[in-house]
């Protein structure tokens, strides 16, 4: 029986040790991978989020972090694996783009230096269209074409979880795929986060920037996440095509684990959000002990 949990395999605080992973992956899915591409687009993203490209400032979104984006490259890496392990066609600059895209397609959140009003945060529903901008600003450096680019922007603003995906036009069936993949990349990379509930928190008050309606509290976003878990589990069952299988086969190639770690991991924190949410006369932010977080959402909003 497999005892090891997602986070047993990688540090992902480490952007070096995720990217040792992705290498490690793509010479797995081909030992002549071009890595070049992928690699500089790492480096480019990373330094993006850190403050080192002139013309921006670090990010500062606390849910939207570069963690986030490192662990949805990892999840999506993954998946590419998984996915040629199932006899999918994906060619190396396949492979590569959507990589890529799973890099930019928060970036948006990012303030340019002359933003001086707020945090990122307030881009928060049409980030997509901004990361979607990045990535054709940037991606001519990493080799990519015109086409590809117009591509990696479908991919991108397919993460809109609001969108109608019927209003994508995809140029082929590939890139339909990998659009499908980046959204469940995206969506079970922050779900599986040991931190997700206690990250939830930032995430209140990145829409409460945003204006973003529905949600009255940190608690009443807490509450409505039990919901939200279903939402997921449909879509990935439906519009994304039960993309996740390709995970199961990925991780008995990679670490022989015969089982979805991302899926392990989600019910696992669904199953504790559950039991927090039940126990009476209790805040269930008392129960969020991870990385401090809790108390770092207090010290920062609860003086404004």
């Known amino acids: 029986m497999n005892d090891k949990q997602l986070y047993d395999l990688i540090n992902t605080e480490s952007a070096n040790e995720v990217l040792d992973e992705v290498q490690i992956i793509l010479n797995m899915i081909s030992p002549d991978f071009q890595q070049h591409s992928v690699t500089k687009a790492f480096n480019t993203i990373v330094g993006l989020y850190e403050g ?11 849910y939207h972090d570069l963690r986030h984006t490192i662990e949805t490259f990892l999840a999506m890496a993954r998946l590419l694996h998984g996915a040629q392990l199932n006899g999918e066609g994906f060619t190396q600059p396949h492979v590569a783009l959507g990589l890529i895209a799973a890099l930019f397609h928060d970036a948006g959140y990012i303030q340019e230096d002359h933003d001086g009003e707020g945090t990122g945060a307030k881009y928060t529903v049409h980030h997509e269209q901004r990361s979607a901008h990045l990535l054709e600003r940037f991606g001519p450096q990493f080799g990519l074409s015109a086409e590809e680019i117009a591509a990696g922007r479908i991919m991108i603003l397919g993460t809109d979880i609001s969108m ?80 996740d299988r390709f995970l199961s086969s990925h991780f008995a190639m990679r670490w022989d684990i015969s089982s979805n770690l991302y899926q392990e991991a989600i019910e696992r924190q669904k199953k504790y959000l559950h039991k927090i949410l039940d126990t009476p006369d209790s805040d269930p932010r008392d129960q969020l002990k991870r990385a401090g977080i809790v108390q770092k959402v207090r010290e920062k909003y609860e003086k404004k």
């Open 52 to 62: 080192k490209h002139q013309g921006f400032k670090a990010c500062n979104t606390e």
């Open 164 to 243: 109608d995906h019927s209003r994508l036009k995809f140029p082929s069936t590939q890139i339909q795929l990998l659009c499908q993949m980046l959204m469940a990349s995206d969506l079970m990379a922050q779900m599986a986060d040991r931190s997700y509930l206690e990250k939830l928190l930032f995430l209140y008050h990145e829409f409460k920037e945003a204006d973003v309606g529905g949600y009255e509290s940190e608690l009443d976003l807490l509450k409505k996440t039990v919901a939200f878990y279903e939402f997921v589990a449909e879509r990935l069952g439906t519009i994304l095509d039960k993309v």
